[in-house]
């Protein structure tokens, strides 16, 4: 390979990936063993194993993790996210220091966003799901959109790797609209939610499975099967979980190929004389305040969809590799928890217990909803699944006193199952993405501002999801049924940012081609899920990953051809 131009260190580097979760691990590690000079930039700093307090009980905190209101005054946004706790608050943004913007009367919820390496993969729910062909050539289907440029056919192998390396735990359903991965061992069923199940199949032809989780059931490459403790969000020393820190980027550093730079805010891609070639990125140290430039052969973006169009708005006028105006453009997310209903089973009871076992996975129903031959639904487009499950819990409301008041909250225990639902939301041209002219961060780098709501569609899909969840946990023989849908549910809160710089086959309506190589500038690649052309509506990280390792492949060939 061609050697690329060197920085001011005098280290030479062949591509720079900038973030380091889900991505940006699988990007470096992939090029890495390949023998490729790679440098590494991530605005945040390494965790150890004793970072992690999975194990650490309330009592033990300064504030027994009751100190909500306290982690809001630098944390005002970032303690939306059931994630941020006070375990782990530290692990994400200042939000004074790194702001953004909306428009009056539209929220959005900018959650989730770390300064740890292995970003969001340190907290995420490890849902881990494909996408299909109804996915990739919806818009085929149904007129909405444009399709993405590729089929399942072209992802499947990289599926395949992606979930051997990972270690998905679940059970196959020979079901089109998700395909089956390649599983661990599945994670057990309650006995309310083998009857659920059954009822579904049974009464409605539907099918719900257990999750498939980004946790082994198993041992893998040194890392021990899960043992329940349950709250992965604060950490995992026994590596469990899949998070990129200490898998991928692990891998990456190994080598001696990678080299990591913590607490890097990258804010502009650089371009040589020419204006046709990326040639490095400037970043900010946060500890400095320094600005440095780094150089290589090839960037790579993989900060977070917000995060990596945030950088391309800042690189030029009218934003970087824009010549289709797409950029910024087509915002999506998922309808998080937007309806659904809850039912209490007590014939199916489940002991429960404050010390464990604690399943980290629920269960998922696969979408229902405008499936193909089937009749299309009369009020929208595409459809959502259900999360949830069967949970076990205390009845602190039963009678007595004392010793007779204790024993009668565990002899009453309520079992109860819930489904949550996951909507997708169609991409609108006007729900985007820009740079406020107003607004900077602390290190002077100017802000987004964005500007989403929810549209006609997923308005009426939202209550179908309360008035079909409670139907089918009546005919389940469910008490006490609750259903619920929020139709001011905020945008965001799904964690699940998609499509600000979409993928597609026509450079006249999208920003990046197949191998997520931007169609302006043939060494810039935008690698997470801002290259999404549509949603779907399961979560997106396995997908994420599987597009990055087919991208890495590709970008390999053209680098050893010459083209970039």
Known sequence: MAQASRDAAGRTYDVIVVGSGASGGWAAKRLAEAGVNVLMLDAGRALTDADYKEHVPAYALDYRNRANDRIRETRSRQKDCYACTEYNYDWFVNDNEEPYTTPNGKPF?????????????????RQSYRFSDYDFKAASLDGHGIDWPISYKDLESYYDLVEDYVGISGQAENDPLLPDSK??????????????????????????TIGRAANITKPLNGRAACHYCGPCERGCATHSYFNSAFTTVADALKTGKCTLVQNAMVHQVLMDATGKKARGVSYIDRTTRQVKEVN???VILAAQALESVRIMLNSAPGGLANSSGALGKYLMDHTWVAGGASAEFPEHPTKPSVNGPNRPNGTYAIRFRNRPGEAKHKDFLRGYGY?????AGFNF???????AYKQAVKDNALTEFRFAGFGEVLP???????IDPNVVDAFGIPVLRISMEWKENEKKMIPDMGYAAAEMLEAAGGRNIRPFFFLDRVPGYGIHEMGIARMGADPKNSVLNQFQQTHD??????TDASGFTSGGCQNPTLTIMALTVRSMDHLLQEMKQGNV
């Open 296 to 298: 290589a052969r090839v």
């Open 183 to 208: 599983f661990h061992p599945a994670m057990g069923m309650s006995c309310a939610e083998h009857h659920v199940r059954g009822v579904l199949k049974k009464a409605f032809n539907r099918t719900l």
């Open 428 to 434: 609108y041209e006007d729900n985007h993405v820009s």
């Open 397 to 403: 409301a039963a009678p007595g006193f004392g010793a």
């Open 521 to 526: 500038i043939a060494n810039l690649l935008v």
């Open 387 to 391: 999360q949830g499950g069967g949970s």
């Open 109 to 125: 919820s900018w959650q989730g966003r770390t300064r740890v390496i292995g970003g969001r993969t340190n907290v995420w729910g």
